[in-house]
Structures are given as C-alpha cells and as structure tokens.
C-alpha cells in the first residue's frame, strides 16, 4: 500500500491547533522563543515529516530558479550545478519555497487566511558538518519545522526590539561583538521538533554528522507593522499633483524657497493627518495584502506548470571530476579509484576495460562528452 499523503492544510491545521494557542500568543508571540520538544510533547503538531519526502525537495530545488540560494559558511557559493555545490558542503535554501510546492502553498494560505493574512516559506538543506549563514536576527516571526536529520541551534538576546528590515543585524557583516549576549538556548533540533524566534532574536545553527532539513514558515511582520503601514497610507493618500513637492528630491531642494518648502511640508501632514483612520489604514493593508496573495497564488501556477522530461546527456553535455576528487585507472584489475583530497577516502569501482579511458581522462575541467574517448 502507498503511504499516506499527508495535505499542506492538514500540517496547517495542527500548527493551529496545538502550537498557535491563547498561551501562545500571552506568552511568545514577539515575546521569546520556544522549542517544542517531539520527544516531550508529541509529533503530532509538526507533520512536515510524514509530508515532505526527498522527491518533493528535488522537485522544489528543480522549480526554484533565481530563488535557490547557496552558501557555505555564511558566504554565498558560485556554482551552477547545485548537486555539485551541496556534495562540496553548500547549504542549498530556497526562499518562497512555497511558490515550488502544493503542500507548502497550501500550509501558507491556510495559515493566511485564519491568523497571519501572508506567510511563506523557505527551506533549508545542510550537508554535515556545515552552517549554512552566521549569527544573525531577522525582521519577520519564524517557525521552523525539522524534516528529518539535526541541526543544532544557539540564540541569544534580541539587541533590537522588533526590528524593520533596515535593523537587522549579521546579514552583510558580522553582528557588532558588544551587541551579542549571552546564550539563552542551546540545543538540538530533530525530526518532528518546532522552534519558534520572535524577530530580532539573534541565532545560528550548525550541523554535526548527518545532514538536516527544516521548513521555516514565515510571516513577515516587520511588512505588517503600523509604523510602515502609516508609511505606505501617507504615500497612497497624499496626490503628487496636490503636493508636488513630495517627489522632488532632496538634492534639489536649496532650489525651493525655505518658506515655500515649509508650508507644502505642513499642509501635507494636515491634510494626511486629517484624512487618517484606523478603518482607512486597515482598508489599505488588506488591499496590499490581497494583491500580495494573489502574486504568490500566480508564481504557484506557474511554477508547478507541468515541466518537461530533463533531456538525457548528448554530446554537447559536459562532464568533469568533483572539487577535491582526484581518479586513478588500475588496468590490470579493471578498476578506477576516486579519492577525495579533503579526508583522503577511496571509493574503488570495476569497470570493463573498454570504458578505462574514458574514466582515465576526466579531470577538474569540463569536457563534452564528443571529446571523450568513447568506444
């Protein structure tokens, strides 16, 4: 019999029930974070695992496209083929993985629709021994659903309370050491586990000897906040024909007189201020929102249009040896040896005699396969 397939609104609905509580909202939400133990409590609240099998992830990496990241201990690998950069020790993340995958886009509406108006996922592939980005805070709330493998996590303090995007910290350089606190929770994830981070938390993960999958379930707070909403209404309120002063830019502003320039200011923030209600604000960002749900729904369908079958390898296809992996032909046993440099294990593979030159004369470089030595 065939497994069970689990829907990404059945995943939805145990985040709901069990995780996304009253106690949950009192005690965590933008407050602290909080590791839901499986061994402790239960694999029923993250069903991810029962869902989410290693085809769907190929099928997720294959759709990606510009939105598959690679890096490598926080610095970002240049490498076309991604299998290749994950076996050299990459760290494959695919953000808006839910644009790739029905049962990630299912769980993201379903989530949508009864608590947060968006979320969207990312997921991350780790190889062992690797971390895939150094210590850092976010500006959106997290859930992070292990799949399968572990990955162990540290956080600290939050230097910055609720943070907009331009705040956060370790993205483009490392976080200022006199801003890093303390660690406040140091353990493993495993399969089945949650952890929740408020946004401005710092952390970071790392992996030991086996490879990790986690989905992390965003919603991207710091975009739903009032500050920017206040923000975004006063530029959709205020009419440029009315105040053309408004998309003049600031390096040609001494051309303005002072009294000129003052008065356009104030009668802006008259008329904004007049015109502003709670009703007026929330009308906007639903409108925004809804457009945003609507462009995510429209990536799905495209994305997941049925694709056609890869092409098998021709002659105009390359081929080459891994980084660090170097080949020695045996003719005698009818053998190639591949070694790789960095912990010097072999791998010994029979081959027929007839295909010993054509192992004998791959190296680093690429090469068309019409080049090869084929018999």
């Known amino acids: 019999a065939g497994r069970e397939r689990i829907s990404g609104t059945t995943i939805a609905r145990r985040l709901l029930e069990e995780l996304f509580t009253d106690d949950f909202f009192e005690q965590h939400w933008e407050k602290r974070p909080l590791h839901w133990r499986a061994s402790e409590r239960g694999k029923t609240c993250n069903r991810m695992p029962d869902a989410f099998h290693a085809d769907d992830l190929v099928e997720v990496l294959l759709r990606a496209g510009s939105n598959l990241k690679m890096f490598r201990r926080g610095e970002p690998v240049d490498e076309d083929?991604?299998?290749?950069?994950?076996?050299?020790?990459?760290?494959?993340?695919?953000?808006?993985?839910?644009?790739?995958?029905?049962?990630?886009?299912?769980?993201?509406?379903t989530l949508a629709d009864r608590l947060f108006h968006h979320v969207f996922c990312v997921t991350y592939l780790t190889p062992p021994g690797s971390q895939a980005v150094r210590m850092h805070t976010d500006d959106q709330d997290v859930v992070l659903l292990q799949v399968w493998g572990k990955k162990r996590w540290t956080l600290r303090n939050n230097p910055t309370y609720l943070p907009?995007?331009?705040?956060?910290?370790?993205?483009?350089?490392?976080?200022?050491?006199?801003?890093?606190?303390?660690?406040?929770?140091?353990?493993?994830?495993?399969?089945?586990?949650?952890?929740?981070?408020?946004?401005?938390?710092?952390?970071?993960?790392?992996?030991?000897?086996?490879?990790?999958?986690?989905?992390?379930?965003?919603?991207?707070?710091?975009?739903?906040?009032?500050?920017?909403?206040?923000?975004?209404?006063?530029?959709?309120?205020?009419?440029?024909?009315?105040?053309?002063l408004l998309k003049a830019p600031l390096?040609?502003?001494?051309?303005?007189?002072d009294d000129e320039l003052e008065a356009q200011l104030q009668e802006a923030v008259r008329s904004w201020v007049t015109g502003l209600t709670k009703e007026s604000v929330l009308s906007s960002f639903e409108g925004?929102?809804?457009?945003?749900?609507?462009?995510?729904?429209?990536?799905?369908a495209h994305n997941c249009e049925p694709r056609r079958t890869p092409p098998i390898p021709t002659e105009a296809s390359r081929v080459r040896l891994m980084n660090e992996v170097s080949c020695a032909v045996d003719e005698a046993?009818?053998?190639?040896?591949?070694?790789?440099?960095?912990?010097?294990r072999r791998l010994e593979m029979p081959l027929p005699a007839s295909a010993l030159p054509l192992v004998r004369s791959l190296t680093h470089k690429p090469r068309p396969v019409a080049e090869l030595p084929c018999s």
Request: net charge negative; proline share 5%; aromatic share 10%.
């Open 81 to 109: 083929n991604f299998m290749a950069a994950y076996l050299e020790g990459a760290s494959l993340i695919v953000n808006q993985a839910d644009r790739c995958s029905e049962l990630l886009f299912t769980l993201c509406r």
């Open 164 to 244: 907009y995007s331009e705040e956060m910290l370790g993205k483009d350089t490392p976080v200022p050491a006199h801003l890093v606190g303390e660690k406040t929770m140091d353990f493993t994830m495993e399969p089945y586990d949650v952890l929740y981070i408020p946004r401005g938390y710092l952390h970071e993960a790392d992996t030991g000897e086996e490879a990790s999958l986690h989905v992390t379930v965003t919603m991207p707070t710091s975009d739903f906040c009032w500050g920017v909403q206040l923000v975004r209404q006063a530029m959709q309120q205020l009419p440029a024909s009315t105040f053309p």
């Open 251 to 257: 390096c040609a502003s001494q051309q303005i007189k």
């Open 288 to 300: 925004r929102m809804a457009r945003t749900n609507e462009g995510q729904e429209r990536q799905f």
């Open 333 to 344: 046993d009818g053998r190639a040896i591949f070694t790789r440099s960095s912990d010097r």
